[in-house]
């Protein structure tokens, strides 16, 4: 017999299940490491436990989601079952009313104020009546005039309140709009304060259907409450904290609008005074004598009321997010539990074990809001992981919040770089600020807890690594120039510095990440460069600039560069230096300052050394054709002009930028300036004749 499961919506996928599997799973005695031995040794070929490896994964995605359904269902059954809890407690609330208006009555009736008492009562109830259709009418009437859009009837609707309230975001808690509620015995009108105060209908909800959460007062946000609706969640805030309250009771008393049916407002009925003679008569003697100083109390009497209540307090406390208030009842409960009133408790195994459960709920909760306090912004998601995440740390679980801190951070980390790159803005700036703030941060969470530094510094390492990955594929790719590159790791070696302030150091670990990728990048810089040096032709002649302002602008770009060759300019135009020798001068300068920015790094100094040489003996080996009657002293003296000038400018440029000395340069400036002869002499024209 075989089960058939369609895995990932596909029927070509599909996958055939042997019920076998799922009984030798479902046994309470499986062994992982059994059921492996006799797989390998039922399996023929890797073909056969990749077929069986697809068998479990489907039968694990189907528990999956067997699991899920059953958890929703779960779920539904238990707010149902609250919803009733909840009835059933209104239901006993008017019941216990009841009872003292029956005794009150009795009472009246044997003291024979019965007559009167019945007629106030109903003055009195035909005039709140009264009262109650007028207000009812007047508001009925204020709607239908105020409210553009509502087409909904009101007649024998009961009016509650009415006000002004501010509608928050749910994730930062800016105001979005201004809202005007009107609020009825089975109705709650949501309507748009618009910029000439008019009301747009906007939405109705029956009161019977939504929840109110009151949200205590933040450091932003004040005077809020969060009402869930069959739309979603939704955050209103109050102008005052009385207006707040009394939102609260007035929606909680919509809820309850029939099982209540509008309870008179008034003082607490007190017993009878007959009552109270009667019921001293026939007191037993027993209990009006006073008890003996000897005789103990029960065990029972000894426990606190609020102690016998701290775990359902507690559970109210964290569904109204007072997350604190909660934390502060654990706290003193434990405390209570430790001293030497434990002994004089029978229930306290019972009462501290229902603590611990939860406390861990308590646990599940912050660290789920901390997990969710993700955001776009990163100094958003830190100012909103700042109370679930203090919480924890006084609760004592440093591990679990640093680790989850940590992954929120990780999140709103690449979020901005993938922005940053699509807005072409500077990433490196934006990475190494947004790392040390969250540094900062981090170490003022948990400044006593040196042990979750260790995490830090992993997770630095882990950011790190994904950073220079992604500068490696977006910025230092193949047939990046030499000068992009320079400034690509210029623009990243300085803000990286900024985290040596708070005691990380993490530019050697950078620089290591980006060695190989910095070095292939370098020597395809070098092929290229060497490839280009005496492809165009070359007359060997002095330059002419055609115009004395051609002259003027090369002769202010090369003093920029560090070098000047106003000796060797000649008449208005020229220069007595070829062509090809001027554009590598220029060339070789911004090369060299290039190398020097890449050379701070001590392990790319020999690769830079190396290009920097070879592409000068380049330059400096080109000869003119032998075809080609050229001046030999004016060839050699561009060479000398390489050798003494540009060579020593070069040498120099590199040690100011780098800070290094280029032993390459130095060694090769020596040896040329050795081999350096005389000029060879201009060879003449000999003629001969026959003629004596």
């Known amino acids: 017999m075989m089960q058939r499961f369609v895995v990932n919506g596909s029927a070509s996928a599909a996958v055939y299940i042997p019920i076998r599997i799922m009984k030798e799973f479902d046994d309470f005695n499986f062994s992982v490491e059994k059921y492996t031995k006799d797989l390998t ?16 994964e489907a039968y694990n995605e189907t528990t999956a989601a067997t699991l899920k359904q059953t958890c929703k269902k779960n779920y539904m059954e238990f707010i149902q079952t609250a919803k009733e809890i909840s009835h059933l407690e209104s239901e006993m609330y008017q ?263 939860q406390e861990l709920k308590l646990i599940n909760v912050l660290l789920k809001e901390l997990s969710n306090s993700h955001n776009r912004n990163l100094q958003i998601a830190l100012r909103a992981a700042k109370r679930p995440l203090k919480i924890l740390v006084e609760m004592g679980r440093y591990r679990q919040a640093s680790a989850t801190l940590l992954k929120v951070c990780a999140v709103s980390l690449r979020v901005a770089q993938r922005e940053a790159r699509r807005n072409n803005a500077d990433i490196s700036e934006l990475f190494f600020c947004d790392l040390t703030q969250v540094a900062c941060d981090f170490l003022t969470a948990f400044e006593k807890q040196p042990a979750c530094v260790s995490a830090l510094v992993v997770w630095c390492n882990a950011e790190l690594q994904y950073f220079a990955s992604q500068l490696i594929k977006h910025y230092l790719t193949k047939g990046t120039s030499l000068e992009s590159v320079a400034k690509c790791v210029e623009r990243v070696r300085k803000p990286s510095t900024k985290l040596t302030e708070i005691g990380l150091d993490i530019s050697y670990h950078l620089e290591g990440l980006l060695r190989t990728t910095l070095e292939s990048l370098i020597e395809e810089s070098k092929e290229r460069l060497l490839d280009s040096v005496g492809r165009t032709e070359e007359s060997w002649q002095p330059y002419n600039l055609q115009t004395k302002s051609n002259l003027k602008r090369l002769l202010l770009e090369l003093d920029v560069l560090g070098i000047d060759v106003r000796a060797q300019a000649t008449g208005d135009t020229w220069i007595n230096l070829t062509q090809s020798t001027v554009v590598f001068i220029r060339h070789f300068l911004q090369l060299t300052e290039y190398c020097g920015c890449l050379a701070k790094c001590e392990t790319l100094l020999q690769s830079l050394e190396l290009l920097l040489k070879e592409l000068f003996i380049a330059q400096h080996t080109l000869k003119p054709p032998s075809d080609m009657a050229v001046d030999p002293n004016f060839v050699m003296k561009n060479k000398i002009f390489l050798v003494d000038n540009l060579l020593p400018i070069a040498i120099d440029k590199f040690r100011q930028i780098s800070g290094r000395q280029c032993e390459g340069l130095r060694e090769l400036h020596t040896k040329m300036s050795r081999q350096q002869g005389a000029p060879v002499p201009r060879q003449r024209s000999v003629y001969t004749t026959d003629v004596f």
């Open 41 to 56: 040794r039922e399996c023929v070929g890797g073909s056969d436990l990749q077929q069986r490896k697809k068998e479990i």
């Open 95 to 357: 019941l216990s009313h009841i009872l003292i208006e029956q005794r009150n009555i009795l009472a009246t009736m044997t003291d024979g104020k019965t007559s009167s008492h019945l007629k106030a009562e109903s003055l009195e109830a035909e005039s709140t009546t009264a009262t109650e259709d007028l207000e009812n009418s007047h508001a009925t009437r204020a709607v239908k005039e105020m409210v553009q859009g509502f087409n909904g009837n009101l007649e024998g609707k009961t009016f509650l309140n009415e006000g002004a309230l501010i509608e928050l975001d749910s994730n930062d808690y800016r105001p979005i709009q201004r809202v005007f509620f009107f609020l009825f015995n089975d109705v709650l009108i949501v309507c748009k304060v618009k910029h000439d105060k008019r009301l747009d209908f906007l939405t109705e909800y029956d009161p019977k259907k939504i929840a109110v959460i009151n949200i205590k007062d933040l450091d932003g946000v004040k005077n809020a409450i969060n009402i869930i609706t069959p739309d979603g969640s939704k955050i209103y805030q109050s102008i005052t904290a009385a207006g707040k309250t009394e939102w609260i009771e007035k929606l909680e008393e919509a809820f309850r609008f029939d099982q209540q049916k509008k309870p008179k407002k008034g003082q607490a009925p007190q017993p009878p005074t007959r009552a109270k003679q009667q019921s001293k008569a026939t007191t037993p003697e027993k209990e009006t004598t006073p008890q003996s100083p000897g005789e103990p109390k029960s065990l029972e009497d000894e426990t606190p009321e609020w102690l016998s209540t701290a775990s359902e307090e507690i559970q109210t406390l964290v569904a109204q997010r007072h997350f604190e208030d909660a934390q502060e009842l654990i706290k003193r409960t434990q405390e209570f539990l430790r001293n030497e009133n434990r002994k004089k408790l029978p229930l306290a195994d019972a009462i501290e074990t229902k603590v611990k459960q």
